[in-house]
């Protein structure tokens, strides 16, 4: 099955710092999702992005399928912003398979 | 749209008994999954429903774990004969097949806020 890596696995910044998260998958996908999962658990949707770049606030996301990775940007990154970032995949129309996270402490 | 909502929030159990969880997905979206969380994992998922066939089990749902989705409304994950290695978080997710029409959302899933179990 298809494998997913997300670097780095931890991440400490302090407020107001900028960040890169990066997921590789080993296979092609039609469907990509990243999120955030606040400190209560819930898993929030940040965007759906099979390919391309999209815009959100202070959140942008980029995927190139074609060399298999995609990109979560954070600017100005808040506390708010604490907790794990995950991204997941399927290649197929359903199944999504979820990487190990990355797992980010935004210090006041 | 009231989002995905799980039932009960947090369950403690002894270790031998039954449990069973609640699934209501958005209102309008056809497919529903169940993952499971453990601590410092991400979600691997466990079935999928669309509508009321039950489509893929994982490896990961053994015989005691029985999911079902009556109607292809709200769905149940029940557990029997918990073991403590069953504690983990229960995820449940939605999402519209074809995602909503003209926003180009593709297979977006939506997830509830989860139901914690331990067993004890």
């Known amino acids: 099955g298809i494998q997913v890596e997300q670097s780095p696995p931890d991440l400490i910044l302090q407020e107001g710092a900028n960040s890169t998260l990066r997921c590789n998958f080993s296979?092609?996908?039609?469907?990509l999702q990243w999120f955030h999962q606040n400190p209560w658990g819930q898993l929030i949707n940040l965007f759906y992005?099979?390919?391309g770049t999209k815009q959100n606030g202070r959140l942008s996301a980029t995927t190139v399928a074609t060399e298999r990775y995609s990109l979560l940007y954070i600017s100005s990154s808040q506390t708010t912003d604490s907790g794990v970032y995950f991204c997941?995949?399927?290649?197929?129309?359903?199944?999504?398979?979820f990487g190990t996270g990355t797992r980010l402490k935004v210090l006041a | 749209d009231t989002g995905v909502s799980q039932n009960p929030r947090h369950k403690i159990t002894k270790r031998g008994q039954n449990v069973t969880f609640r699934c209501d997905p958005i209102s309008e979206h056809n497919r529903l999954y169940w993952y499971r969380q453990t601590l410092g994992q991400g979600p691997e998922f466990l079935t999928y429903f669309q509508n009321e066939a039950q489509l893929e089990k994982s490896r990961l749902l053994s015989d005691r774990f029985s999911a079902e989705r009556p109607k292809g409304s709200f769905s149940t994950l029940e557990i029997q004969r918990t073991e403590q290695g069953d504690s983990a978080m229960y995820l449940c997710?939605?999402?519209?097949?074809?995602?909503?029409?003209?926003?180009?959302?593709?297979?977006?899933?939506?997830f509830g806020e989860g139901s914690w179990l331990t067993v004890v």
């Open positions: 997710a939605s999402s519209l097949e074809g995602g909503a029409q003209g926003t180009g959302s593709g297979n977006t899933i939506y």
């Open positions: 992005i099979p390919s």
């Open positions: 296979d092609s996908v039609n469907n």
């Open positions: 997941a995949v399927a290649s197929g129309t359903y199944k999504y398979i």
